[in-house]
């Protein structure tokens, strides 16, 4: 045993975890400590397993969830013992002398799993599974692929929040055994870590999931971090053969705010209209701070394709109507709204319901199910959808609560959001005069 280097462990591990709310770490005293001797700081309390206080366990989830894949500094061997409730109401950790280093591609590969198991893109997570280490390179994904929907796919349809280390292990070990899965050594403590927490957590609260309850950090993270692999998979998860998949959106959204919404949310009696004006403030906020710009960028590039589609359709419905009319007959032109444009103005109807009424009916039924997972919509759009579309566009009454609430919002978003007029109609010529170039070269 080396206390020096464990108090090195201790003092780097407060200078990164000590400032969180409610974590205590304790001192460590290298003038008085040893290879063979340690001095720390004395905390007293009693061990969390002993103690039903759910907070607590928030607390060391949120703190776990930092070190494993915002730091990769992290306590690999927090057992109960080693978790303190201080008698002032914190959560203390002790013993440094076993600690792990998470590289940067193993956190956001782990990020990814999660995000692509939630979502039952089995593809990708088989591929994950090679990122992670679990299976060899040669591993046929495919085959792999196939067998892990089998594995997860009732599980993942319970909903994220009901999903238990037991429901993803259960049926887990024949797949294991028939693709040569090897469980590395940081993986075998990374679970541990969360399994200890939920072993906590489940003496209080028998219906405790920590994989729920860690699903809102990973959302927040994967929408506000600016990892160029993180970006890429963002990208990839809201986009399929070129469309724009809004549910995803919503639901990450939705579920990056959720612990915030618990907290600030005076209760679930609390009426739906005050609901949805809190639901889009939190949408508004994070928006149109910094950590949202690359999802803003998104939105307002949507939003431009949908008010492109949303122009072309108005002109084509007027033409058609003066053609009709006329006492000679004409031959149509060329029909200027293609399928990518109904698919636009779908997009464009479902932002302007998020942006107008906050969260919707379903969503947040969804919310209280836990299932974050929702329905993907096709619907082919008829001329009334878009008349919808535009009375909303036109429609003070719609807007007049999500401008009230950008006047609740600090400066600085404010100021952004004064900006977005501008950088929407530069996005939208920018389409009009690389469609007109492309029609008169081609």
């Known amino acids: 045993m080396d206390y020096e280097a464990e108090a090195q462990n201790g003092l780097k591990f407060r200078k990164l975890f000590g400032q969180l709310p409610d974590v205590v770490i304790p001192d460590m005293y290298l003038e008085l400590s040893s290879r063979r001797v340690l001095i720390m700081e004395w905390v007293e309390g009693q061990k969390l397993s002993e103690v039903k206080d759910l907070h607590l366990v928030e607390v060391g989830l949120y703190c776990s969830l930092t070190q494993l894949l915002e730091s990769g500094f992290y306590h690999a ?71 892990l929907t089998g594995v997860f796919q009732n599980a993942v349809t319970k909903g994220i929040r009901n999903i238990s280390f037991g429901d993803l292990s259960g049926n887990l070990g024949r797949t294991m055994y028939k693709f040569k899965f090897q469980i590395p050594s940081y993986f075998s403590l990374v679970i541990r870590s969360l399994a200890v927490l939920e072993g906590v957590a489940l003496s209080s609260d028998p219906n405790y999931k920590v994989l729920g309850s860690s699903y809102p950090w990973i959302a927040r993270k994967v929408l506000t971090d600016s990892s160029p692999q993180l970006r890429s998979t963002l ?41 949805s004006r809190l639901a889009m403030k939190r949408i508004l906020k994070f928006t ?40 000679i007959t004409f031959s149509l032109p060329p029909r200027l709204v293609e399928d990518e444009d109904i698919k636009n103005l779908e997009t464009l109807r479902r932002l302007m319901l998020v942006l107008s009424d906050g969260l919707t009916k379903e969503q947040n039924q969804g919310l209280e199910k836990g299932n974050y997972l929702l329905r993907e919509v096709d619907i082919q759009m008829t001329w009334n959808d878009a008349v919808v579309v535009l ?10 609560p999500m401008l009230s609430v950008i006047l609740e919002l600090p400066a600085s978003a404010q100021q952004q959001s004064f900006r977005l007029p501008v950088d929407l109609t530069g996005r939208l010529a920018s389409r009009i005069i690389a469609r007109t170039i492309r029609r008169l070269v081609l």
């Open 288 to 327: 149109l701070s910094e950590q949202g710009d690359f999802v803003r960028d998104i939105l307002l590039e949507e939003l431009a394709k949908g008010m492109d589609a949303l122009n072309r359709a108005t002109f084509e419905k007027a033409a058609s109507g003066v053609i009709s009319r006329l006492p």
């Open 77 to 147: 061997d927090p057992h109960p013992g080693n978790l303190l409730r201080t008698y002032d109401g914190k959560l203390a950790y002790l013993d440094f002398g076993m600690m792990g280093e998470f590289k940067q591609d193993l956190r956001d590969g782990l990020i990814e799993a999660c995000l692509h198991l939630v979502n039952r893109e089995f593809d990708a997570l088989a591929g994950d599974f090679v990122t992670l280490g679990l299976l060899p390179p040669t591993a046929q994904t495919s085959d792999v692929a196939q067998a």
């Open 235 to 275: 990208q990839a998860l809201l986009y399929k053969d070129g469309t724009f998949r809004i549910d995803r959106l919503e639901s990450l959204i939705t579920e990056s705010l959720r612990s915030t919404t618990n907290e600030t949310l005076s209760g679930r009696e609390e009426k739906a209209d005050k609901q």
């Open 391 to 400: 009375q909303k566009l036109g429609s003070s009454k719609e807007f007049l």
